[in-house]
């Protein structure tokens, strides 16, 4: 069975740092992979997602992620954060009938 | 309207008391999901299911039970709900990821059912 690892439980930053979330998997012949943000009191939206195609994958706020299939990882990481990047983050991977989450990550932006 | 709508948001309730939260969806997904999300934990898979003649466990089914009335709908029950079941559950819907039905695609959420037992 599919396994995710997300390696840090908190991220503490300040504003316009940049950051990287890890996020590891069990290995695979072929997987699909997720990430998914959480804002305080709100539910879980889609940030990205690897299907297939290019290794990088990138969102609309600027986050961006990498499969690496030799290192079975899927980095989530951004450049310059903002406050309102503040959230729970949940990297997931398709195992066949559901997706299977990690732990998460609090991103914590402080100014 | 939000595509995937839980009921009710917030529930408050005692041990041994029966408990339902509902979930409907507009997505027309044929596959629907119950998640259940602790502090630490993540979310963990409850049961799932892909059609209204299928209904499937998931990792910590014990407890639980689901009904599919329809293909929109997909509700959860705790027969008899103890203080460990309080948490934060969620509904999910999906499609096949990219055409593939061996594999499950981006999942949509509700906005949650917060549940406390006392």
């Known amino acids: 069975a599919q396994s995710v690892t997300q390696l840090d439980s908190q991220v503490p930053v300040f504003e316009e740092a940049p950051v990287e979330l890890r996020c590891n998997y069990s290995?695979?012949?072929?997987?699909?992979l997720f990430w998914y943000v959480q804002y305080p009191n709100q539910g879980l939206q889609l940030l990205l997602k690897?299907?297939?195609?290019?290794?990088l994958v990138e969102s609309i706020n600027g986050f961006e992620a990498e499969f690496n299939k030799s290192q079975t990882s899927f980095h989530l990481r951004k450049p310059s954060v903002h406050i309102s990047d503040t959230a729970e983050y949940f990297c997931?991977?398709?195992?066949?009938?559901?997706?299977?989450f990690g732990k998460g990550t609090t991103l914590s932006v402080s100014s | 309207d939000a595509d995937v709508t839980q009921t009710p948001r917030n529930r408050i309730t005692k041990t041994g008391k029966r408990i339902m939260l509902e979930c409907s969806q507009t997505?027309?997904?044929?596959?629907m999901y119950w998640y259940r999300q602790d502090p630490g934990l993540g979310l963990r898979l409850i049961y799932y299911?892909?059609?209204?003649?299928?209904?499937n466990k998931g990792e910590i089914s014990d407890g639980y039970s689901v009904s599919r009335q329809a293909q929109a709908k997909f509700s959860l029950s705790l027969e008899s709900a103890i203080p460990n079941q309080t948490a934060l559950y969620f509904c999910?819907?999906?499609?096949?990821?990219?055409?593939?039905?061996?594999?499950?695609?981006?999942?949509?959420f509700g906005e949650g059912s917060r549940l406390t037992v006392l």
């Open positions: 999910a819907t999906s499609d096949p990821a990219a055409g593939q039905l061996s594999n499950t695609g981006e999942l949509f």
């Open positions: 290995s695979s012949v072929s997987v699909y």
């Open positions: 690897y299907l297939s195609g290019s290794t």
């Open positions: 997931a991977v398709s195992e066949g009938t559901a997706l299977i």
């Open positions: 997505k027309g997904h044929d596959r």
């Open positions: 299911s892909f059609d209204v003649k299928d209904i």
